[in-house]
RNA sequence: GGCGCAUUAGUCUAGUUGGCCUAGGACGCCGCCCUCUCAAGGCGGAGAUCGCGGGUUCGAAUCCCGCAUGCGCUACCA
């Protein structure tokens, strides 16, 4: 049988680490098994979801990699792909359930069960529908029913239990006496929750149905839910919570834990990938860095933890750090270079500067662990430099005016303006003027650079070129 | 209150059927080396009585029972 996954988002916001999560491993199993990924839209709460939220996370998904065979903008034969295009079918469900017995009307309003909920709890009862309104008499019932009176779809929950595995966590079982009567259909005729996701995973022929371990305590509901439509379940498997480090569910509080947020900053999708896949699972004892084909050929669900992970962006700065590193030169400039336009530092057709990026790449490449970072460092390439103020006590240290002098004077002469040839005459000026390498070369790197970190200076100043090199140092001179 | 799930170092985890675990790997941290700054890299180190308490067993992180703590659900939210 083909494996059938769905992602199913509810676009009330952006796409946040844990729901990326949840994807990849929808996705992961799908590419393992040969079978199909779905992304369903869960619009259900119209007052909160909203067309850019869809658009943002259909964007961040394509940017991590995780393309959808079915689903909004590439169709598929259980169209439409998001639930508000699907009322008739949840509404053909409900009725049939009520015709069948399985459901009935509940004309209580939200706030009367809300207060009765309340009182429950104060005297400590557990806060459950009473099922008053089943108990009202046919008649009574079709009166409302004919007076227009509004009225809420309840699903009968039968005697017994449910008992299921859990792909992740094992045979889990709940009693039904401890189910409420849930809602299916509101009173306003639009499906709930519950309802939707089951006619939804029913109609799109879903087989393994991997969520967040928030929705474990609805996978009873679910279940009875599917056998009083006479089908079978799916399977199950509930993925634990990405939790931060105060143990809480990783949220806005903790900042902003939006996918997006992560490649603004100049995260790789695929280390994000990687250390997406490895919070909750693991291939063995000791393999960390994956790229995306490993992670495929070695997915599996039994391999996934059941509990909460913390998210820890140290090791995220790591992973993204390796990553960097593993790209050549060309690749590590392209992905830069939007940065560098986003700074206002290039212009995005500026072909030269893509250039002297890309010769620039080695030099920085152990240096950054996010994209950004690149910024500050290759700066001098692109503009002139503008001293910073802490590189400032470089220049006034006493060693400073006879190295930019000499230093000036020894460029001038070299015959070839390349690092091995800068070294070596900056080397011999070091040791004319009785100076330790440290002493000699920090005030050129600030006058070339202006800072008291950067990309190592022979290099630099290659790229900077003489003519620019000599300038610097004179400005730094006069400034003095 | 009820129901459910979880519990190996600061963190991610390995540990699938009890002995190879005097608990392995990785991030982070500390030290040394390398060094033009910062990194990267190399070498080394500290850090876990496997939540607690019982039990089963020749032997338990691994099995059983109890407890504690945390989290989730308990909506006409998803």
Redesign the pocket.
Known sequence: MEVRVRF???P?GYLHVGGARTALYNWLLARRHGGSFILRI????IS?STEEAIQAIMEDLRWLGLDWDEGPEVGGKHFPYR?TGRYALYRDAAMRLLREGKAYP?????EE??ER?REA?RQ??????DRRCLALPEREKEARMRQGI???LRFLVPEGEVTFTDLV???????NR?I?D??LL???G?????L?VVVDDLEMEITHVVRG??????TPKQILLYRALGAEPPAFAHL??I?A?D???LSKRHGDVSVGSFREKGYLPEAMVNFLA?????L?????IMDRTTLVENFSL??V????????E??L???N??YI?ALDDRELAGRIFPFLVREGLVEESDAAARELLVKAAPLIR????LLADAVHLVRFLFQEVEIEEDARQVLEEEAAEPVLREAGKALLELKEFKAPQI?GTLRAMADRLGL???QA??PL?VAITGR????????SMELVGRERCLQRIARALEAL
């Open positions: 199913a988002p509810s009330t869960e619009d259900t709460d909160r639930q509940c004309f209580c309003e939200p069960l809300a909920r709890l400590g009862r557990s806060p459950m529908y509004p009225y809420a966590r094992g045979e889990i079982s709940f009693r401890d409420e849930f809602v509101r009173s306003d639009s499906a709930t929750y519950n939707a371990d928030d929705h474990l305590s609805n634990p919570m939790v480090r143990g809480r569910p490895l919070l909750g699972w693991s063995d004892d000791s393999t960390t039994e391999r933890s059941s509990k909460p992970a913390v998210w820890d140290d090791k700065l790591w992973m750090s390796q590193m152990e240096r950054i662990k070294e330790k390498p440290r070369f920090q790197r008291k970190v950067s990309p190592p200076l022979f290099e």
